[in-house]
Each structure stands twice: as structure tokens, then as C-alpha cells.
């Protein structure tokens, strides 16, 4: 194990609910991410949290909201998704944002949108 | 926009026996690091080999090592005595050398492993 956790690791909701993905990470960094993973294509940074300030939205839709609370914890509020929202989505913590700092990454929780 | 591609969607190898993944990626810049990470069936993708683009000196982690060619801009991956534990997707990834870089990743390379 990477030392971050994912949970739920299965979502299945419908284009109307309203869900929560939560992550932790315990190896005391200050960097979170949130990663799109499709099928087929490269992973997608969604956004980038450090010190639990956020310093990159790439360009993602309103229905996704990430909230940061603390540097251990990361949460994407979903709501009225499409069904090409369906994906593992994953999260990613590093001791910084410097280029040298390793991303450790949790196991994912695969979203399945109706 | 930097780039990174992975030209081999799938490879399979022999257990035992050694195996290349190929890595190449687009960028003008001069300073970065690059990455592999491994990604077991419904498992965490892990680090598996990193290099400082200003490092002449190839990576090695027991039986990974890489070949960086930075002129080429290419960074292939290369597994020896390959173990059934080995069947993974394979993600070559560039990271800037600016403070606050972001992870580009490739594709993804299938590797499968036969016994």
C-alpha cells in the first residue's frame, strides 16, 4: 500500500444524485491531487491542492468540486454528472509540488455514472 | 505542450526472461524528471523508477533499469527476469522542472507475463 486511501471504491449513482469521493493520505505531504483515469487514454489532472490552498483547476466542469478541508484529506463533490463522467477516479499526494517530489497514489474509486 | 507517448499498447513476455517498454516524449525544456509507474489489475499505481533529466547515468532499481536518451528524448523501461507479478499497465510520465509542474502521462502500456 502507498499510505493513500480511497473511498468508496465503487460508486454507482445516477445523472441526478449527489455523491461524495473522499481521499486520505498518511504520509504527512502537503500536495493532493485529483486524476481522471479513462480507458484508452492518458490519465487527466483534474486538480491540484497544496497546502490546502488549490493551485491548478485544469479546465474542469462545474459538477465536479473538490474540496481540501486539511493537507490529509481531499474530497470531490459530484453532482449531476453525465454518463462520459463514468471513470476510476484517483487521488495522488506528494510532499510538495516541486518537480523532484513523487506522487504516491490511492487505488481509485471506479465511478460508473447511469 | 509537452507530450509523452508510448508507442506499444500491449507487450507480452516470457517469465524469466527480459522485456523493453518504450517511452518517448516531446518538450523543449531542459530540466525535468521522468517516471514509470506500474499499475496492477484493480490495484495502486506505484513508482517503479524515476531519473533526473540532468543525471547522465541510467536509473536502477533491482531488476528495472531505464535507458535515457535525452536527445532523443526517449526513456525506455527495461525489466529483467521478468516474474508473473510483473503483469501490470505500464504509465511513462514527464514532470517539469517549473515549481509547480504537473505529472504528463502516456497512454499506458499492457505488459503481460507468461509462464
Known amino acids: 500500500e502507498t499510505g493513500v486511501t480511497q473511498t468508496p471504491r465503487h460508486l454507482v449513482m445516477g445523472m441526478t444524485n449527489k455523491k461524495s469521493l473522499k481521499c486520505e493520505q498518511h504520509?504527512?505531504?502537503?500536495?493532493m491531487y485529483w486524476y481522471k483515469q479513462s480507458a484508452k487514454k492518458p490519465l487527466e489532472l483534474m486538480f491540484v491542492?497544496?497546502?490546502?490552498?488549490?493551485?491548478e483547476n485544469n479546465s474542469v466542469p462545474s459538477r465536479f468540486s473538490p474540496e481540501c478541508p486539511n493537507s490529509s484529506h481531499l474530497f470531490l463533490h459530484l453532482h449531476t454528472l453525465q454518463p462520459e463522467d463514468s471513470a476510476l477516479y484517483l487521488c495522488?499526494?506528494?510532499?510538495?509540488?516541486?518537480?523532484?517530489?513523487?506522487?504516491?497514489f490511492g487505488p481509485g474509486t471506479r465511478l460508473t455514472v447511469l | 505542450a509537452q507530450t509523452v507517448t508510448q508507442s506499444q499498447p500491449e507487450m507480452s513476455v516470457q517469465e524469466a526472461e527480459t522485456v523493453t517498454l518504450s517511452c518517448t516524449y516531446d518538450t523543449s525544456e531542459s530540466d525535468y524528471y521522468l517516471f514509470w509507474y506500474k499499475q496492477p489489475p484493480s490495484r495502486q499505481m506505484i513508482l517503479v523508477i524515476r531519473?533526473?533529466?540532468?543525471?547522465?547515468q541510467n536509473a536502477t532499481e533491482n531488476r528495472f533499469s531505464v535507458n535515457f536518451q535525452k536527445a532523443a528524448k526517449s526513456f525506455s523501461l527495461k525489466i529483467s527476469d521478468s516474474q508473473l507479478g510483473d503483469a501490470a499497465m505500464y504509465f511513462c510520465a514527464y514532470r517539469s522542472g517549473g515549481s509547480q509542474g504537473n505529472l504528463i502521462f502516456g497512454k499506458g502500456t499492457k505488459l503481460s507475463v507468461k509462464p
Open positions: 495522488a499526494s506528494s510532499r510538495g509540488q516541486g518537480y523532484g517530489d513523487t506522487q504516491y
Open positions: 531519473q533526473e533529466a540532468y543525471k547522465q
Open positions: 491542492y497544496n497546502f490546502k490552498e488549490q493551485t
Open positions: 504520509l504527512g505531504h502537503n500536495a
